[in-house]
């Protein structure tokens, strides 16, 4: 049945990123993600040989959205260009939720695994926020980026710490407004783009 299997695939990896988020990546089985999922440890096993590729494979999920979102080019200023980039790194970290991803670091504190994984992962995030970031230059929303690295690690650190006072009740609008003015000011609109004042 076409779609089957990705509805599946889908259902699966929320659970396992569920699971891994409240109990701990290396106290989770196989054989406890096929049962929550409401799927045979076959249907799993057939997917995802082991809990690492089933991980990874989850954070993909998300990195392929953050990705299409950013290969699309917008029109508008560096404001509408940033809080794309809001969105797509929401969507390239945090594919199942804020909650799950701030647990997990949280549980990576205690597990080297997960803690690596979580580290090889988000060295695609920022590879594509480098390129959006280029894109952003060749299309004159600003001017070349001093110190790239910096700024893009300054970008991401910030995210996360901003998305986790979602769990002190700040709610997601606030975080993205803060952070996107945040974010703004460590980029120069391009000349081209920016209407000078008299």
Known sequence: MPGSKKK?????LATAMDLFAQKGFSKVTLAAVAKASGS???EVKALYPTKEEMLIAAFRTGQK???TRFRTILTGDLEAHV?????GIKEGLMPYGSDVHLQLILQATE???LMEIIRRTSRNVNFAIKAYLSQMVAL???????NVEKVNESMVTSFIEDMASTMEGKKLPA????????????????????????
């Open 40 to 42: 045979t440890l076959a």
């Open 8 to 12: 599946d695939d889908t259902k699966i």
């Open 140 to 146: 004159s929303i600003i001017d070349q980026v001093e």
């Open 175 to 198: 975080i993205k407004k803060n952070w996107v003015a945040r974010v703004k000011g460590m980029l120069s609109p391009s000349a081209k783009t920016t209407i000078p004042t008299q």
């Open 65 to 67: 959205k953050m990705e």
């Open 83 to 87: 809080m794309e980039m809001f969105e």
């Open 111 to 113: 597990d080297r695994t």
